[in-house]
């Protein structure tokens, strides 16, 4: 099982949708139609519903880069910041979100501080506060449900053990042996009482016993 790691940031100008793609992609308007594209460009082969929830983010992606009149590089790469933070966040199913949210803003920065080769500005300073505030409203707030459908899952089998457990059952085994051993003695001592005990003559019996001696004498 993977633990949360700190990521590095890199340029993600071209990494995914090249600038051939983005041109296809430009070129569909309804949602069915970006959705059949962006699977195919980002290479989208999922089972449902998982894939229709990743293409459902790429589209809002596309959208709001749309609307926020994004050039084509800067939707290409911005799809590739998307992709690269929900890869981040699904890769262990333990709770990474500060390691998520310190990997969006360093990719953040090398975006939009012009300091070759290690960051390029594609985008300005507003423009990178809308990003912020469009991937935390539209991603990280909900990671916990991304990583539920994406991340690989865990099961924990705990076996218990309780004390007193194994004196209980050495006891019990022990009760049938002297359970026995008793029903042999009380065996054993019937006979013996038995066979000293004597008959005690009832009231009838001795007052019969005085008539008859009565009788004898008269």
Known sequence: MEVPRTLKAKLMLWSDV??????????????????SALCRVLGVDLPEPRRGILLKLYVQTVLFCRKQSFRKEQTSTLLSIIKSIHEANIETPLNNLEQCLDY???LLLCHCCHR???????????EANCILDYIHNS??????????FFAPQV?????????????EESTASEKPGSSAD???MESEAEPMISSGQQEVPTEQEESNGDDQNSQTRV
């Open 182 to 184: 008793n029903n042999n």
């Open 104 to 106: 969006c803003n360093e």
């Open 18 to 35: 090249s600038y051939h793609n983005m041109e296809y992609i430009d070129q569909m308007q309804s949602i069915p139609e970006l959705e």
């Open 155 to 167: 099961q924990v089998d705990l076996p218990l053990t309780y004390s007193g457990m194994e004196k």
């Open 139 to 148: 991603y990280l707030m909900h990671h916990e449900l991304y990583k539920y």
């Open 116 to 126: 070759p080769p290690f960051s390029v500005s594609f985008f300005s300073y507003q």
